[in-house]
């Protein structure tokens, strides 16, 4: 039987990814002027890259779900 729950290592990727969303927008909204340089994009875009990891993290369980009756 496979497992499909979520293990450390996700958890900690997903904790990781908030850090490396946060940094990026900064990056790239600050330094590089993407987006008119606005702190409300920075967030926008902080919030998108953060709400697409949990759409992975969603995905990855339905599908190992799925997965599991086969």
Do not use: E, P, R
């Not at 993407?34 to 949990?54: D, E, M, P, R």
């Not at 992975?56 to 086969?70: A, G, H, M, N, R």
Request: net charge positive; aromatic share 20%.
């Amino acid at each position: 039987m496979m497992i499909f729950l979520f293990t450390l290592i996700d958890y900690a990727a997903f904790g990781l990814w908030i850090l490396i969303s946060i940094a990026l927008s900064y990056v790239l909204v600050q330094k590089l002027n993407f987006f008119g340089g606005k702190n409300l994009s920075q967030k926008i875009l902080a919030i998108g890259l953060i709400a697409g990891h949990l759409l992975y993290l969603i995905w990855k369980k339905l599908w190992l779900y799925i997965v599991s009756f086969f």
